[in-house]
């Protein structure tokens, strides 16, 4: 009979959200537990309301920049009870719509063409998030909060996800 010791019974299995992250190559090695691959100036911006269902977290901006350095890179992936949500820290001028959505751009063929497990995994309610950073406002009725509402991207009012 093999023995198992105390590690092998605490350690918990792996989510579907760490399977698909290591399993894409591009971001393989960029599984960070909870919210550990938000960048330090950035951790405030996503919070938690149960932080015991988050699956993790990878830094997608990071990781693949050295691949794709003059596109517009999303930033995060975050799992969270089963679902992924995409998130992207970003000043929240009208001026920089068009930045967002050639991120958002990005983000979509990256998934298709390079994160099929990523990209398959069940989306949160919220799935493509613009978190602001400082300054700037995009009001609701704009032309501009219209355009993003239109291609699913929620734009968060705060500077914050809850």
């Not at 269902?53 to 517009?72: C, F, H, Q, R, W």
């Amino acid at each position: 009979m093999a023995r198992t010791n105390k590690r092998q019974l605490s350690a918990k299995p792996k989510s579907p959200f760490q399977h698909a992250v290591e399993n894409t190559s591009e971001i393989s090695s960029a599984y960070c537990k909870g919210l550990q691959a938000l960048k330090k100036s950035e951790t405030g911006k996503v919070i938690a309301s149960e932080p015991i269902k988050i699956d993790g977290s990878v830094d997608i901006d990071s990781a693949v920049k050295k691949l794709y350095p003059e596109d517009n890179r999303w930033d995060y992936a975050i799992g969270y009870d089963g679902k992924v949500c995409y998130i992207e820290v970003h000043p929240a001028y009208t001026s920089e719509v068009a930045t967002i959505e050639a991120k958002f751009s990005w983000l979509k063929a990256w998934l298709k063409n390079k994160a099929p497990q990523l990209g398959a995994l069940p989306k949160a309610s919220v799935s493509f998030v613009w978190v602001h950073t400082k300054g700037g406002y995009i009001l609701p009725q704009s032309r501009q909060a219209k355009t993003l509402a239109s291609l699913g991207i929620k734009v968060v009012p705060v500077h914050k996800l809850t």
